[in-house]
C-alpha cells in the first residue's frame, strides 16, 4: 500500500430517503413509481403471465409528476420498484418577482423564496390574474426527490 493519503469527495447523493422499495406485483394505477430517476405518477398497469422461464412481468405506463413526459418500464413482478416519497404542501403566496420566482408564507411563519412559477400555462396565468387582482392565493406544492414544483391553486377570498 502506498503512504499517500486518499481524498475522496462525494458529489453523488445515495437518494436513500428518496425513495423506498415496493414490489412491482403491488403497484397499482394512481400510485407511484421512479422510472429513469425520475418519479412518476403510474396511468397504466398490465401483467403478463408467467412464461418458460418463471417471472411474471409487470408493464408500468406513468407520467412524470414534474415534466408531464410518459414513460414506461417492465420488471418482473416479484421484483422492487423504487417509490418515491411524494409530498404536498399547501403555502400562502406573498409576492411575485420579476424574474419569475414567487415568495410563499410556511406554516411556521417563516417565507420559502426558492421556487420558480409553474411551467404549466394555466396554471401560471391563473397565479398571475389571481395576484394581480390582489386575491388571496394558496398555491399546493408537490415535492419528491429533492424537486419541488407548484401544481395547483386554491383561492381563499380578497384580502383583507
Same mark, same amino acid.
Given at each position: 500500500?502506498?503512504?499517500?493519503?486518499?481524498?475522496?469527495?462525494?458529489?453523488?447523493?445515495?437518494?436513500?430517503?428518496?425513495?423506498? /422499495?415496493?414490489?412491482?406485483?403491488?403497484? =397499482?394505477?394512481?400510485?407511484?413509481?421512479?422510472?429513469?430517476? =425520475?418519479?412518476?405518477?403510474?396511468?397504466?398497469?398490465?401483467?403478463?403471465?408467467?412464461?418458460?422461464?418463471?417471472?411474471?412481468?409487470?408493464?408500468?405506463?406513468?407520467? #412524470?409528476?414534474?415534466?408531464?413526459?410518459?414513460?414506461?418500464?417492465?420488471? /418482473?413482478?416479484?421484483?422492487?420498484? %423504487?417509490? /418515491?416519497?411524494?409530498? =404536498?404542501?399547501?403555502?400562502?403566496?406573498?409576492?411575485?418577482?420579476?424574474?419569475?420566482?414567487?415568495?410563499?408564507?410556511? %406554516?411556521? $411563519?417563516?417565507?420559502?423564496? #426558492?421556487? =420558480?412559477? /409553474?411551467? #404549466? %400555462?394555466?396554471?401560471?396565468?391563473?397565479?398571475? %390574474?389571481?395576484?394581480?387582482? $390582489?386575491? #388571496?392565493?394558496?398555491?399546493?406544492?408537490?415535492?419528491?426527490?429533492?424537486?419541488?414544483?407548484?401544481?395547483?391553486?386554491?383561492?381563499?377570498?380578497?384580502?383583507?
Amino acid at each position: 500500500m502506498s503512504d499517500e493519503e486518499h481524498h475522496f469527495e462525494s458529489k453523488a447523493d445515495a437518494g436513500a430517503s428518496k425513495t423506498f /422499495p415496493q414490489q412491482a406485483g403491488t403497484i =397499482r394505477k394512481n400510485g407511484y413509481t421512479v422510472i429513469k430517476n =425520475r418519479p412518476c405518477k403510474v396511468v397504466e398497469v398490465s401483467t403478463s403471465k408467467t412464461g418458460k422461464h418463471g417471472h411474471a412481468k409487470c408493464h408500468f405506463v406513468a407520467i #412524470d409528476i414534474f415534466n408531464g413526459k410518459k414513460l414506461e418500464d417492465i420488471v /418482473p413482478s416479484s421484483h422492487n420498484c %423504487d417509490v /418515491p416519497h411524494v409530498n =404536498r404542501t399547501d403555502y400562502q403566496l406573498i409576492d411575485i418577482s420579476e424574474d419569475g420566482f414567487v415568495s410563499l408564507l410556511t %406554516d411556521n $411563519g417563516n417565507t420559502k423564496d #426558492d421556487l =420558480r412559477l /409553474p411551467t #404549466d %400555462d394555466a396554471l401560471l396565468t391563473q397565479i398571475k %390574474d389571481g395576484f394581480g387582482e $390582489g386575491k #388571496d392565493l394558496v398555491v399546493t406544492v408537490m415535492s419528491a426527490m429533492g424537486e419541488e414544483q407548484i401544481c395547483a391553486l386554491k383561492d381563499i377570498g380578497p384580502k383583507t
